[in-house]
Structure formats: C-alpha cells, structure tokens
C-alpha cells in the first residue's frame, strides 16, 4: 500500500530533478557560446517553466472540504 502512494511521489520528484538538470546543461552549454545566446535561452526557460506552472495550476482539481 506504501508503494502504490510512494513511487508516484519519487518520479514526479526525479522527473523536476531531470527538468532542472536539461534547463541547467542548455543554458550552461550557451552562455559557453556566447553571452547573448544564454540570455535568449535562459528568458525561454523561465517563459517555458512559467507557462508550465500555470497549465499545472490551472488543471487542478478545484474545490475542496
């Protein structure tokens, strides 16, 4: 029963681990380019990772107790 409630936790945890890991290589890997090329994709990845959060918090289940 603790495996049904825990495993679901652990990949949404590793799948924001791997999320943070791809933004953090790609904007490392283009400001080693130049600096214009990182701050164009570091803006993407935050306008991505904002527009993520906001599908999130809109498709939860609304209402409560």
Partial sequence: ???K???PL???IFD???YLAALITINWAMFSLNKIAGGV??????AVTGLVSE????SAPKGGD
């Fill in 10 to 12: 652990l990949l949404r």
């Fill in 5 to 7: 409630q825990l495993l």
């Fill in 55 to 58: 599908l999130i918090a809109n």
């Fill in 1 to 3: 029963m603790i495996f």
């Fill in 41 to 46: 994709t570091l803006a993407l990845s935050f």
């Fill in 16 to 18: 924001l681990l791997c």
